[in-house]
């Protein structure tokens, strides 16, 4: 995996994990000004995640590392985006949606967690020369 530097949020926690993973998916966006879009394609979506915190889980730890990651390689890899229902038909899996979809199911998961990390940050990379940023409204969580 290719080192990238990304834009960081401010913030006041103590502690921030950055976390780099990648997963291959196809997708596609059911609409004509999606242009070439529009036809099933696949990518190899590199994620960078910002976790922050002001606790440590019992182990030491922000947050597991393996959990993160496999709340999204597992459920998506070699899948098709559309075919989740997440992605629906007001939510066609573009690398935006993605993005915000990724956020909230790392969220979700953390809200369980008894330190109550938080998930800052999404960065979606879907080909070597574009990304996006998601981050959450404040007092959305």
Not at 39 to 47: E, S
Not at 80 to 88: A, M, Q, T
């Amino acid at each position: 995996m290719i080192q990238q530097f990304y834009p960081q949020p401010i913030h006041q926690f103590q502690y921030e994990l950055n976390k780099d993973f990648h997963f291959a998916a196809a997708h596609y966006i059911p609409h004509d000004d999606a242009k070439k879009c529009k036809n099933v394609h696949g990518h190899t979506y590199f994620l960078n995640l910002t976790i922050v915190g002001n606790d440590l889980n019992h182990t030491g730890f922000l947050v597991d590392f393996k959990k993160i990651k496999e709340i999204v390689h597992k459920k998506y890899d070699h899948q098709l985006l559309n075919d989740f229902p997440e992605f629906n038909k007001l939510n066609y899996p573009s690398t935006e949606v993605v993005a915000r979809v990724i956020w909230k199911s790392i969220q979700d998961y953390l809200d369980q967690e008894s330190n109550k990390p938080k998930c800052i940050q999404v960065i979606v990379r879907e080909t070597p020369t574009s990304y996006v940023v998601y981050r959450p409204k404040k007092g959305v969580n």
